[in-house]
């Protein structure tokens, strides 16, 4: 039977599909396998699943038009960004976003606060500090921390931090839970409940939009704890990269900027009519000087003929003096540079080190099972020329010691960085120092004792208040704290943190005293001189000082030593005291 001229055609192209079928190999089945666990990988072939609260401003909310937005949202949103991944937000009723997480329907929370509860089944990577405050109606008696809240009707934030807090100290029959900080203090300036507890930067910042003039803050700061990433036990891969992402931010300064964006306004915002008032002087004192100072101009121009002839004979003493400290100044900014750059290197090998060895400890795990099977079938054998029962000891020593010696290269270079950076001037607001140094003892709370069996602490009331960076205060007193614990050679000696206004001097003093080994005189001098150190063979660096000493420069203030070597040591921080009638 004869072909049209398009049968030959097509009979040509299905022998092509033959042969080309016949010559293909099929995809493996391993290869299939492993594109349906890659497609699984968020970051990868597929967004991130970050989960939230939908509201809970300034951190995270969603706005009039239904985005997300807020102080966590930007952040994850330039995390992504430098780490080169794509994220997809789901900001919903806390408690459901919460379970989300825990169903697998979400890959990462990112405002979530440490406790050591959640700890047992979550990984954390927090970055900032938040306070918690207790709200109450105007009328309503003052309370000064949560235990007085015993038999009230408490307002908290369903599947919370301070949900879970208040039912553990057994007031769970009086909490009225609701879905969402904005709806507690509506339902508290409507009449309900006794008392609310609200992280207090979300509490300012709800009354303030919603008009809530009715409730005020009665206890500023009942609960300090640390906020930030979490994801279920088991991505510590996807935690790592936001944490590399994180610090990347810090380094270049965005973090920051994001911060100041939706926190700094609410956080300087008790001194705003203060500093309007600095600004408004500022542009008026000058132009009424200048308009009544006209007519004694010329009288004032010889005065100053003199003075400025005096001044010259001290400006050259101190030129002098300056020509004379360049030269170290010089020396310590390219040390400075020489830091950073080294600080960068070895970070990211370390960064390395400490991503795998968790993994290691599980593949340990699953092979020692596999060589005790083989112990009792075959006998004992070897491992790098040591016998198996010793080895299966020391392994676990040798991956825990690996990790340690990792941590220690991380504190270290943290340190380094710390020395190197330069932040002079920045956030600063009016600060309590025995607030400060409160929030410092919590923080290391399990340090202290770890090392004495005798803390103490006397805060002066009513100490004036100083002008500073309350992070970085807070990073000098612990600094002190850690020296004095490392200075006892036993829990029976006994560390004292005291607070005290030398009006004398217009200064507010911090003391940190510990019953330690004491410093040995020809030391005292150089006690703040970068790396110097006594504790060289513990592990001391010689930054932790220097770089307190740096802090408290930028702030006006200094730190001073005395010590009877062989008994006892105190280190005490100076601040000047803001002047009322200034502001500053």
């Given amino acids: 039977m004869a072909m049209n001229g398009r049968a030959p055609r097509l009979f040509l192209l299905a022998c092509l599909c033959l042969l080309a079928l016949s010559v293909l190999e099929p995809v493996p089945a391993r290869a299939a396998e492993t594109w349906d666990a890659a497609r699984d990988i968020p970051g990868i072939l597929r967004p991130v699943r ?69 700890d047992q089944y979550m990984d954390f990577a927090p970055h900032i500090i938040v306070n918690h405050a207790i709200f ?25 931090y301070m949900h879970d807090t208040l039912a553990a100290k057994g007031f769970e029959k009086d909490l009225i839970l609701s879905d969402t900080p904005a709806d507690g203090l509506r339902l508290l300036a409507s009449g309900q409940g006794d008392y609310a507890v609200v992280a207090m930067l979300p509490g300012s910042y709800i009354i303030r939009e919603n008009k809530l003039d009715n409730i005020q803050a009665v206890a500023r700061s009942v609960a300090t704890v640390r906020y930030g990433y979490a994801v279920p036990q088991g991505r510590e891969a996807l935690l790592a990269r936001f944490s590399e992402g994180l610090a990347i931010l810090r380094e270049t300064g965005r973090y920051q900027a994001i911060h100041d964006k939706w926190l700094g306004v609410l956080e300087d915002g008790k001194v705003r009519w203060e500093t309007i008032g600095l600004y408004v002087g500022a542009v008026v004192t000058p132009l009424l000087t200048l308009l009544g100072g006209s007519m004694l101009w010329t009288h004032f121009l010889r005065k100053q003929v003199a003075q400025r002839t005096r001044s010259l004979t001290e400006a050259m003493e101190e030129l002098s003096r300056n020509q004379r400290q360049l030269v170290q100044a010089d020396k310590m900014a390219a040390l400075g540079i020489l830091v950073s750059g080294v600080a960068h290197e070895i970070n990211n090998p370390n960064g390395l080190i400490l991503l795998n060895i968790p993994i290691l400890r599980k593949v340990q795990a699953d092979v020692l099972r596999l060589l005790d099977s083989w112990r009792e079938r075959e006998g004992e054998f070897t491992l790098g020329g040591i016998a198996y029962g010793r080895m299966r000891q020391e392994l676990p ?42 929030k410092a003892v919590r923080l290391v709370e399990s340090t202290i004792r770890k090392h004495t069996e005798h803390f103490t602490v006397d805060y002066e009331k009513d100490l004036p208040l100083v002008w500073g960076n309350s992070q970085r205060i807070e990073q000098v007193v612990v600094n002190l704290i850690l020296n004095a614990c490392q200075a006892l050679p036993d829990k029976s000696r006994g560390i004292a943190i005291s607070t005290r206004h030398d009006a004398a001097r217009g200064k507010v003093i911090l003391c940190v005293r510990d019953e330690g080994s004491g410093i040995a005189p020809e030391h005292l001098p150089h006690l703040t001189d970068p790396f110097f150190t006594t504790k060289r063979d513990a592990g001391g660096t010689g930054l932790g000082l220097s770089v307190s000493a740096g802090i408290l420069k930028e702030h006006g203030g200094a730190i001073t030593f005395e010590s009877c070597f062989g008994e006892w040591t105190m280190a005490c921080m100076e601040l000047p005291a803001a002047r009322e009638e200034s502001g500053a």
């Fill in 50 to 118: 970050v989960g939230g609260d939908r509201d809970y401003p300034p951190y995270e909310f969603l706005d009039k038009d239904g985005q997300p937005a807020g102080f966590n949202v930007d952040l994850t949103r330039a995390v992504a960004e430098v780490m080169g991944m794509r994220v997809e937000f789901r900001l919903g009723a806390w408690a459901r976003e919460l379970q989300a997480l825990k169903d697998g329907e979400v890959d990462l929370l990112q405002g979530m606060t440490y406790s050591d509860e959640r």
């Fill in 136 to 160: 109450a109606r105007r009328d309503t008696a003052p309370v000064s921390n949560l235990d007085e809240l015993a038999g009230r009707k408490v307002i908290v934030h369903r599947g919370g």
């Fill in 397 to 438: 020593k040798m991956l825990e010691e690996m990790q340690e010696g990792a941590l220690r290269i991380k504190r270290i270079v943290n340190d380094l960085k710390d020395f190197a950076r330069r932040e002079e001037g920045a956030g600063k607001a009016l600060i309590d120092v025995g607030d400060a140094s409160r």
